[in-house]
């Protein structure tokens, strides 16, 4: 008899995912979610069927440059798979973008956005990062107050019309490099006309199939460093659909994410227009920023849940050693441990989500609370760098569920590990982003926020077994609000040093706040204790070796459900006695 491995299968990628279904649950109200749900199951549908199969058909496609037409003209033409054909039409028709913007459901709008593009993302071969350039575009062009540029591109890239959609690119990363922007050498120069031209080379493009661009230059004469860049906007292509003085050099040969068609581009007399003033560049581009690293993290947590789904499935087939592997004790509890990081994960990027929401509610000036902005500020740098460096583990665990199928080309599988290495690096670099997280709190002040935030989770938790874990999460910060004071008074080098280490454990910290607080709200109204159960392993650090209850492992590896009995908690509880003083049990 031949050997036969059964390939894993998606289903409804909506209907079959527990975690996004109870926090939706728990967040929106009814009426809310019941208007959006159908369009969420439609969009799952794809996700889990058209789109899977039509990714998998379309695997060995890339896109392709061609530089030059036969009869020797230059044109520079990029051509798309056919799974971003696809993923531009549904994302025009979806509202990936305009459901942001057109603020149906004023602050829960975010969060309906948000689950779309997490549906969305892991079936689209990363067309996300197109979108979430041109959220962040159409954000970067409120915020200015450039009415004419508004008028110019908003409709556009707002619109629910395939046939009118745009996107845009944002042209930062030069030969010097991304993330010290301060290096940047491309001008802007006007001509006798007094109009804008920009003369320069970018080393890392990945809008270039886009119609618009934002771009960083330094207008000639400007000073050095960073206050010398203005912003600049760019339409990619004249009427006639030929670039206008731009010159693709190559297409990058990456590691993943190789459906993107990122590009090496030269301007040389590109036309542009500031987007607001002629300096403070980079201080103009921070919508920008802000709104990409939510989708990184939305991303990150999107490609975790969907590399859990495919090993789920496999699991549930796949016979060894006289059971199917699902019902191996060891993978449950290896496996288990990724689903408990991705469920904090996910809870610390929706929040995110959540909070862009607040600051954004009513019409597009910032009118929340200065907490909640102060609070936006620093969780999204901590929710980026902690998903996108928990995206790689879990991927990298998934991948080995599979054995040696897992390391083969066609299976598709190896591209889900390939694509997350980039979560880490688009949008700051963790270690730019630990920078940016020290920055954020010392602008404020220190930890207060964060500590608000966490009380008010807090007081939503009432099982013992969580409220000594919430307990746990609380006493980390206090352990990292004593590192801060201590590395300020030892100086920038020590300060420097740990800011990763710091970052990370906010990060782990915040996961299990909002964790705890949806476990509470699911033993509550869900009868299931699987949260609580993730919540477990997430927050037990490396240096134990946690032994929790078969049923809970099982059920959280094979996402049954998992009812609260009192014997369940109870035992939870037991190991959990060491955190039942609130006492750090690791540190920095």
């Avoid at 699911?522 to 997430?538: F, G, M, S």
């Amino acid at each position: 008899m031949p050997f036969l491995q059964s390939p894993p299968a998606l289903g409804n990628q909506y209907d079959d995912d527990r975690v996004l279904r109870s926090y939706l649950r728990r967040v929106l109200p009814d009426a809310v979610l019941n208007e959006i749900e159908e369009e969420l199951q439609n969009l799952g549908a794809l996700a889990g069927g058209k789109l899977y199969a039509l990714q998998q058909a379309d695997r060995l496609n890339e896109p392709t440059l061609t530089n030059w037409s036969p009869w020797g003209e230059r044109i520079d033409t990029v051509a798309v798979t056919r799974v971003w054909e696809e993923a531009e039409r549904l994302a025009a028709e979806y509202g990936l973008i305009a459901t942001a913007y057109e603020q149906k459901h004023e602050h829960y709008s975010r969060i309906h956005q948000f689950a779309l593009a997490y549906l969305f993302a892991p079936a689209t071969d990363f067309y996300s990062c197109s979108l979430a350039m041109t959220d962040g575009a159409a954000r970067t062009l409120l915020a200015s107050g450039n009415n004419t540029l508004l008028l110019d591109a908003l409709p556009q890239l707002t619109t629910r019309n395939p046939d009118y959609f745009w996107t845009s690119g944002q042209w930062m990363t030069e030969r010097v490099g991304g993330s010290d922007v301060s290096q940047i050498e491309t001008i802007a120069r006007q001509d006798e006309k007094g109009d804008w031209r920009l003369y320069g080379q970018k080393w890392f493009v990945s809008g270039i199939t886009s119609q618009i661009a934002l771009v960083l230059a330094r207008p000639e004469g400007n000073p050095e460093k960073s206050k010398g860049l203005a912003l600049f906007y760019v339409v990619l292509r004249d009427n006639e659909g030929r670039l206008q003085n731009i010159r693709i050099e190559r297409l990058k040969d990456k590691l993943g994410t190789r459906k993107i068609p990122t590009a090496e581009v030269v301007m040389d007399g590109t036309p542009a227009r500031p987007v607001h003033g002629l300096r403070d560049g980079v201080r103009a581009l921070v919508p920008m920023l802000t709104i990409a690293r939510v989708w990184n993290a939305i991303t990150a947590v999107a490609l975790m849940r969907r590399g859990l789904a495919l090993a789920r499935s496999y699991a549930h087939k796949r016979n060894v050693f006289g059971k199917t592997l699902d019902q191996q004790a060891l993978h449950a509890d290896t496996f288990a441990q990724q689903q408990a990081t991705y469920e904090g994960a996910f809870h610390l990027a929706f929040r995110v989500a959540e909070l862009l929401g607040e600051t954004e509610a009513g019409d597009f000036t910032v009118r929340a609370s200065t907490e909640k902005n102060t609070l936006l500020r620093i969780l999204t740098s901590i929710a980026k760098l902690t998903t996108g460096k928990q995206a790689v583990g879990v991927l990298s665990e998934v991948i080995e569920v599979f054995g040696g199928a897992g390391y083969v080309e066609d299976t598709g599988l190896p591209a889900l590990l390939r694509d997350a290495q980039v979560l880490p690096i688009w949008e700051g670099t963790t270690n730019v982003l630990a920078l940016d997280t020290l920055r954020a709190i010392d602008e404020v002040g220190g930890l207060d926020v964060l500590r608000a935030e966490m009380e008010r989770c807090a007081q939503t938790v009432s099982e013992p077994v969580l409220s000594a874990m919430m307990q746990h999460a609380q006493s980390m910060l206090e352990q990292a609000d004593e590192w801060l004071v201590r590395a300020h008074i030892q100086g920038r080098a020590v300060l420097e040093s740990g800011a990763r280490r710091f970052a990370l454990a906010l990060g782990r910290a915040l996961e299990q706040t909002y964790l705890a607080c949806h476990a509470q709200w699911v033993i509550d109204n869900e009868n299931d204790a699987r949260p609580a159960a993730a919540l477990r392993l997430l927050a037990d650090d490396s240096e134990h070796f946690p032994i929790i209850p078969l049923d809970a492992t099982l059920a959280l590896a094979n996402d049954t459900p998992l009812l609260p009995k009192q014997a369940t908690l109870e035992a939870l509880h037991e190991l959990s006695t060491s955190w039942g003083d609130g006492a750090p049990r690791s540190g920095l």
